[in-house]
């Protein structure tokens, strides 16, 4: 399966960004937006891409700020991420199908509250609502925005950005929150995480993200409320193996009526990366 890889221009406070997308197949639109995090960017889900091509004419799209190419400097909020989403729909393309991934389900799902028939039919794959260290410390706290804020400067946060995303820290998130398989993560592999953590002007993304400046709801009611509002027939997959606390949001979606979920035997945040087959299987889009 032929992967076309192209460059879309947009433009945020005024500032020019290129975002990185890959094109495949032919047939439905089918859109897939990865997560937001420090190591994320739309290579993550090639391994659905490719087999969903078969089936489906496919458009895989970083976020803006995250993937591997150079970054503005920009202070990246939340009404930025829904306006990307918007202009992705309206210029790009209209999908009938999307699948959205971590962060990337929270701006998918505040977009089909908002105009239910503009994503088609979702599936989110590990859907999270809050970042990393309010997800920890089980709250928001006055320290985390600071952090956000502090990646501006020009020294301190450089430092402060490389103390997050250095390779022991990589490895170690990888292995304890994104994937089941230690040994899954190779020295490529490896390599191009790092490759999207080294991007020039990563850092005002990437430490905004793990504080929570990016995420959209205040708490959980506002994200199943959104969720209620978000159409009907959503599916939800996450793996058995998901950090505790992010698994208990996204099986909080389950019992909604407009939601199906469906929890894999094996698999952690990125378990649609590290085994496409089973995910592919469970989706049941017809897909080969």
Known sequence: ???????????????????????????????????????SSRAEMQPLQERLALSFATWAIDWPGFGTLPRPTVAWRPD?????????????????????????????????????????????????????????????????????????????????????????????????????????????????????????????SSVRFVAGDLDLFADRDAFLDVARRAGSDIVVVYGAEAPPKSKAEMAALGPLPNVSALELPRGKLSFYEEFPNETVQSLRLGAG
């Open 1 to 39: 399966m032929d992967l076309t890889d192209l460059c879309v221009e947009w433009t945020v406070d005024g500032k020019s960004v290129e975002v990185g997308m890959t094109r495949a197949g032919s047939g439905p639109n089918l859109l897939l937006l990865p997560a937001l995090s420090s190591i």
């Open 80 to 204: 930025h991420y829904r306006a990307f989403l918007r202009f992705v729909i309206e210029k790009i393309v209209h999908p009938s199908i999307t699948l959205a991934a971590g962060h990337g389900a929270s701006y998918a799902l505040a977009q089909a509250a908002d105009d239910p028939d503009s994503l088609g039919r979702l599936y989110l794959l590990s859907p999270t609502w809050r970042g990393p260290l309010p997800t920890m410390a089980g709250k928001r706290m006055p320290l985390f925005r600071r952090l956000a804020t502090a990646v501006n400067l020009p020294f301190v946060g450089s430092a402060l950005y490389r103390l997050n995303v250095n390779g022991p820290v990589i490895g170690m998130m990888a292995r304890g929150h994104v994937y089941s398989d230690p040994a899954w993560l190779t020295p490529d592999r490896m390599a191009a995480k790092r490759a999207v953590t080294e991007a020039s002007g990563a850092r005002h």
